[in-house]
């Protein structure tokens, strides 16, 4: 069994209410973040500029699905980095991370990579990503130009499996797809709808003018051709032997 795949051992203790072990803040842990927030720069936190609200597919097991806010900062026109947290409160978990790329970008790189990559296009079109709060005027050329690029998503926390800690290895996360093993489960979108009082099946409607890629390659989604997955597994190796200094 691949260690992505494998449940939790025994979890630590945790406290009525909370989602990961630990004793509370302190009044002082509290002055020091606040003062350190002041003091300090956080250039990189401060480039997030969206929060985006759709759905993961475990690459390994796409029965396992997962809600997910990705928090998104743009380097450039090409290239999109995204913290991924399992909500949008302020008690969200930090689970993972997502790099988006252009079609350009992805069809440069080597075959095996591309395997690791997920498309967009479906997701877009069916309403399943969404920017919350955002009117759908404002994100529409934003969303245009998204249908057509290719995200890496890994899962370093395992929230939906009850994990209370981030255990194990990462796991790689593949997009929904208009497919039968790629649909997201309907109580997982409705649940998101009440949440943010939209309606996926009304956006999914707006975008029939977002055009189709005109090519999306066959590397990506590698599951759909193949029927495999991919999951990481740890195994012993020999350490690099560096030779001291004279």
């Known amino acids: ?13 945790t406290a009525h209410g909370e989602k990961a072990p630990g004793k509370p803040m302190t009044a002082g842990q509290t002055m020091l973040d606040t003062g350190a927030a002041m003091l300090q720069s956080l250039k990189p936190v401060k480039q997030i500029s969206q929060h985006v609200c759709t759905f993961a597919l475990y ?9 997910t806010h990705h928090f998104v900062a743009r380097l ?4 999109l980095q995204c913290a991924v947290y399992d909500t949008d409160s302020a008690s969200g978990r930090l689970i993972g991370v997502e790099y988006i790329v252009s079609d350009k970008i992805f069809e440069a790189l080597p075959p095996d990579e591309q395997k690791l990559w997920h498309s967009h296009a479906y997701e877009i079109k069916s309403g399943l990503w969404v920017n919350p709060r955002v009117p759908e005027t404002v994100e529409k050329p934003e969303l245009e130009n998204l249908a057509k690029t290719y995200g890496k998503f890994w899962c370093t926390w395992q929230v939906d499996r009850g994990d209370k800690l981030p255990l194990g290895v990462p796991a790689l996360m593949m997009s929904p797809q208009g497919v039968n093993l790629g ?3 309907p109580d997982l979108v409705e649940r998101r709808d009440d949440k943010y009082n939209i309606s996926t099946d009304s956006l999914r409607a707006s975008r029939l003018e977002i055009e189709e890629p005109e090519w999306i390659n066959p590397q990506a989604d590698y599951w759909k051709q193949h029927g495999k997955g991919f999951a990481i597994d740890v195994i012993p190796t020999e350490m690099k032997k560096i030779a ?3």
């Open 59 to 67: 690459a390994h097991d796409l029965g396992r699905q997962i809600e």
């Open 183 to 185: 649909r997201v489960r």
């Open 1 to 13: 069994m691949a260690s992505s795949d494998q449940p939790p051992g025994p979890m630590p203790p």
């Open 244 to 246: 001291p200094f004279p």
């Open 76 to 79: 450039n026109q090409d290239f």
